[in-house]
């Protein structure tokens, strides 16, 4: 199935994807059917979650690949997480010690907690800028390319800044003086 862009967010400054040039708006980012009842769960839940990385780059037109779905949580109630992982068939642990918050099962194993994101705002300002795609039926709302940018820069890995220049280049394509989906 394919990821694509559906009302990018409530903003009446959001355009669809025909807004951009030659770059398709479009991914191959699918998912597996654990991580979409997960998500679904999630917001059902009333657990806010951000898509970040590379999993949003690509859902935002980069071209790249990824092996994670790393979600950024906006709170981290035991509760609702391990409900939300039950009804995936997997499970939730808190983390402890060096080991962070983590989904595990099957289907749920690329599926990576982020604490906290590098050279970002905080969770609430990023979730206000966050565009909204609707991906294998389940909206979800996607850090901005610009924004996924500013997190691989500031975290300075040797993988983040690899895929740096292939970054700016889909920020770069895009047509000038349109704002951003």
């Known amino acids: 199935m394919r990821a694509t862009s559906t009302t990018p967010c409530a903003r ?7 807004a951009y040039g030659g770059a398709s708006h479009v ?4 998912l597996t059917p654990a991580e979409r009842v997960l998500l679904e769960a999630l917001r059902a839940l009333h657990v806010r979650y951000l898509l970040v990385g590379m999993g949003a780059a690509l859902v935002e037109g980069a071209s790249g690949t990824t092996q994670d779905l790393d979600l950024w949580l906006g709170s981290f109630d035991p509760a609702s997480l391990s409900e939300a992982a039950r009804r995936a068939g997997g499970f939730y642990t808190s983390g402890m010690g060096l080991q962070p918050p983590m989904f595990g099962g099957d289907g749920l194993d690329r599926v990576d907690v982020v604490m906290s994101a590098s050279g970002l ?4 300002t990023e979730y206000e800028r966050a565009h909204e795609y609707e991906i294998d039926g389940v909206p979800i709302r996607v850090l901005p390319l610009d924004r996924v940018i500013v997190s691989k ?5 040797p993988k983040d800044t690899a895929q740096l220049p292939l970054l700016e280049a889909a920020l770069a394509a895009r047509k000038p003086g349109l704002p951003e989906p």
């Open 153 to 157: 820069r500031a975290a300075g890995r």
């Open 121 to 124: 705002e905080g969770f609430d």
């Open 12 to 18: 009446s400054s959001c355009h669809p994807p025909s």
């Open 27 to 30: 991914s191959e980012f699918v």
